[in-house]
C-alpha cells in the first residue's frame, strides 16, 4: 500500500514534443505528491509538487495532473528541450511523516 | 544557495568493513534523511532524524544501520558491516518542516562500492 507505480520506464520524444508520465498510489493518507528531477550524478532536485486539494498546477513549462478519485497524478513538460533529458521521480507523501516514497524513475530523452 | 553537502563522493571498500558516509545539511534545517539508490533503480527512504533521534525508518535500516548528529553541522551514517548489497548511492537530505510543509533537499550523494 506504500508503493507509488510509476510509468513508463523510458520516453523518447522529439524536441518539442509533450512527454507524459504517469504515476498511481494506492494509500489515501498520502497528501503531497511531488516530482523530482535527476541528472546522472546528481541528487533529485524537486521540480514541482501538487497537494491532492488541486487538480492541476502548472510551473513553467511543467504541469502536474492530478486525478484524487483515481489516485493517479502525472507530469506533462511542455515543449520539451534536449536539456530536459533526465530521470524523472514521482513521489509522495503520508500526512503523519516525512518518509518520501519514491516512484521507480522514468528515463527521458529528448532528441534535438 | 544553500545546498547540502556529502562525503566521500566515492567510497570502495571490503565486505564487513564499517563505512561513515556524512553530511552537512542546510543549515536552518532541522530535519534529517537518508536515502540510496542502488544502481539503475528507484530512490528507497532509509530513515528520517529530528530532534536528535530517529523519527522514522524502513524494513531497510536494520542494526547494521546507525545515524548521528555528533556536532551543529554534521549528520552521518554508519554501516557496521558492510555487505555487497549495500552498494548504493546514498543521498542525504534535509527539510525545515515535516508533514507535508517542507521541501526535501538533496544533497549529490555518496556512491558506495562494496567489494
Known amino acids: 500500500q506504500q508503493q507509488v507505480k510509476q510509468s513508463p520506464q523510458s520516453l523518447i520524444v522529439q524536441k518539442g514534443g509533450i512527454p507524459i508520465i504517469n504515476c498511481a498510489y494506492e494509500n489515501t493518507a498520502f497528501d503531497y505528491f511531488p516530482w523530482y528531477q535527476q541528472f546522472p550524478g546528481k541528487g533529485p532536485a524537486l521540480l514541482i509538487a501538487?497537494?491532492?486539494?488541486?487538480s492541476e498546477k502548472k510551473e513553467g513549462r511543467f504541469t502536474i495532473s492530478f486525478n484524487k478519485s483515481a489516485k493517479q497524478f502525472s507530469l506533462h513538460i511542455m515543449d520539451s528541450q534536449p536539456g530536459d533529458s533526465a530521470t524523472y521521480f514521482c513521489?509522495?507523501?503520508?500526512?503523519?511523516?516525512?518518509?518520501?516514497?519514491f516512484g521507480g524513475g522514468t528515463r527521458l530523452m529528448v532528441k534535438p | 544557495e544553500p545546498e547540502v553537502t556529502q562525503t566521500p563522493s566515492h567510497q570502495v571498500t571490503q565486505m564487513g568493513q564499517e563505512v561513515i558516509l556524512r553530511c552537512v545539511p542546510i543549515?536552518?534545517?532541522?530535519?534529517f534523511y537518508w536515502y540510496r539508490q542502488i544502481l539503475g533503480q528507484k530512490v528507497e527512504f532509509l530513515v528520517s532524524f529530528y530532534n536528535n533521534e530517529i523519527s522514522e525508518k524502513s524494513e531497510i535500516f536494520d542494526d547494521q544501520f546507525s545515524v548521528e548528529r555528533p556536532d551543529g553541522s554534521n549528520f552521518t551514517l554508519k554501516i557496521r558491516s558492510t555487505k555487497l548489497e549495500d552498494s548504493a548511492m546514498y543521498f542525504c537530505?534535509?527539510?525545515?518542516?515535516?508533514?507535508?510543509?517542507?521541501?526535501?533537499?538533496f544533497g549529490e550523494g555518496s556512491r558506495l562500492t562494496v567489494l
Open positions: 537530505a534535509s527539510s525545515d518542516g515535516t508533514g507535508g510543509t517542507g521541501e526535501l533537499f
Open positions: 543549515s536552518n534545517h532541522l530535519y
Open positions: 513521489a509522495a507523501r503520508n500526512n503523519a511523516g516525512n518518509m518520501l516514497t
Open positions: 501538487i497537494r491532492p486539494d488541486v
